[in-house]
Nanobody
Framework: QLQLIESGGGLVQAGDSLRLSCAGS????????MGWFRQAPGKEREYVAR????????YYADFVKGRFTISRDNAKNTVYLQMNTLKPDDTAVYYC????????????????WGQGTQVTVSS
């Protein structure tokens, strides 16, 4: 059973940066597509970014393109989300996810979820 533990969230000001980490335990993530989702208060969980198993391809939601970067270190069993130029609209709980088949873009494509980490961006 894979467990995903996120870290790195916090309270920052608009324009600041944060780096989220997602550490896997229980099994290797090296053959899994991974992704990040987020959920703001009163809103549905939404896809943010995804990365294929070997890290050679990454994909992003339009609202984070050019600002966020997803990466992974399979030797450390960890996935990252570098978030730059943060905006108040980025305020949400961020969730790490492992895909059932490939890297996930929808909740029904996710096999494992992390517990989430809060990101709050003040204006």
């Amino acid at each position: 059973q894979l467990q995903l533990i996120e870290s790195g969230g916090g309270l920052v000001q608009a324009g600041d940066s944060l780096r989220l980490s997602c550490a896997g335990s229980g099994r290797s993530i090296s053959m899994l597509g991974m992704g990040w989702f987020r959920q703001a208060p009163g809103k549905e969980r939404e896809y943010v970014a995804r990365i294929i198993f070997n890290g050679e391809r990454t994909y992003y939601a339009d609202f984070v393109k050019g600002r966020f970067t997803i990466s992974r270190d399979n030797a450390k069993n960890t996935v990252y989300l570098q978030m730059n130029t943060l905006k108040p609209d980025d305020t949400a709980v961020y969730y790490c996810a492992a895909g059932r088949h490939g890297s996930p873009t929808r909740a029904d494509e996710v096999a494992y979820w992390g517990q989430g980490t809060q990101v709050t961006v003040s204006s």
